[in-house]
Every structure is written in C-alpha cells, then in structure tokens.
C-alpha cells in the first residue's frame, strides 16, 4: 500500500510543519526574562552591554551608552537595545543643540 519513500516524504513534510510552527510560536524575546541560558550559553546581559557599545560607536555624542549600560544592569538584560529600532534606544537618546 505505502513504500518507504512516501512514508519517508510524509514524516520529512511533518517534521517541517512541526518547525515552522514553532518558530512561530516561541519569539526570539522569550528569553529575556533571564540573565542566562545554561542550554544556549547565552549571557543576555553581556548581549545588552555590547549592543549599548555599538550604539555607542553609531550615535557617538547623540547615545548615552552609560546610561544604556546602567539599565542593562539594573533590569538584568531585560530590555535588549537594538541600534536599528528607534522605540529600543529611544530612552537613551539626547539632541545636541
């Protein structure tokens, strides 16, 4: 009735839905409510710290790294800065005059 190469095609097309169903599922910023993840090796503060610095390096006078850096350790990386999208580093700019 079934040979092994539509029961193979049948268990590759599953598998796929089963992925792409669960990288929708689960967003990327899932993870920040921790500091680390011991089963990805991923520091979120550390990530926070060098994206304040690249912003840094982008803006220059216009970014407040400190203060970027400040929040990254008071609310343990948290709210991760995304150089590329103003409502994330929107606290941390200033106008200079």
């Known amino acids: 009735m079934y040979n092994n ?3 193979m095609l049948l268990g590759l097309a599953l598998t796929l839905c089963c992925l ?3 990288s929708n599922a689960m967003p990327s910023i899932a993870h920040y409510g921790k500091r680390f993840d011991p089963m990805g090796g991923i520091d979120f503060i550390q990530i926070c710290l060098n994206n304040c610095a ?3 390096k982008m803006f220059g006078d216009y970014f ?3 203060t970027c850096a400040e ?3 008071k ?3 948290k709210a991760i800065p995304d ?3 103003i409502g994330s580093i929107a606290p941390f700019l200033n ?3």
Do not use: T
Request: glycine share 8%.
């Open 5 to 7: 190469k539509s029961i």
């Open 83 to 85: 150089c590329e999208d």
């Open 64 to 66: 407040q790294g400190q």
């Open 20 to 22: 792409l169903h669960s």
């Open 95 to 97: 106008a200079l005059e």
């Open 54 to 56: 690249q912003c840094k």
């Open 75 to 77: 609310f343990k990386g």
């Open 71 to 73: 929040s990254c350790l």
